[in-house]
């Protein structure tokens, strides 16, 4: 059984910088595309970043590009979304997912097979 847990939330002015881990355990995490994707209250789950197995492609949300830096580190079944000069509009659950696909890219939710609890940021003006 897949097991993800999100950390690395927390309360940021704006400007400011978050780094999210996601830690997966349960099957061989290196062999899926991993993602990233936030829920902001009272509006859908949305795509945010996404990245192949071998993290040789990674693809954003337009609203993040420039921003946001989506890594994993496989040896440690581990994948990480770095987070720069954030904006109100940043504050979200984010949700980290293991996909269904063992190559390529997922953005869209369906694709996702599991999901961590996820871990708040807020982002303060």
């Known amino acids: 059984q897949v097991q993800l847990v999100e950390s690395g939330g927390g309360l940021v002015q704006s400007g400011g910088s978050l780094r999210l881990s996601c830690a997966a355990s349960?099957?061989?995490?290196?062999?899926?595309?991993m993602g990233w994707f936030r829920q902001a209250a009272g509006k859908e789950r949305e795509f945010v970043a996404t990245i192949s197995p071998n993290g040789g492609s990674t693809d954003y949300a337009d609203s993040v590009k420039g921003r946001f830096t989506i890594s994993r580190d496989n040896a440690k079944n581990t994948v990480y979304l770095q987070m720069n000069s954030l904006k109100p509009e940043d504050t979200a659950i984010y949700y980290c997912?293991?996909?269904?696909?063992?190559?390529?890219?997922?953005?869209?939710?369906?694709?996702?097979?599991?999901w961590g609890q996820g871990t708040q940021v807020t982002v303060s003006s």
């Open positions: 997912g293991v996909s269904i696909y063992r190559r390529g890219l997922a953005t869209r939710p369906g694709e996702y097979a599991y």
């Open positions: 349960g099957r061989p995490f290196s062999s899926f595309t």
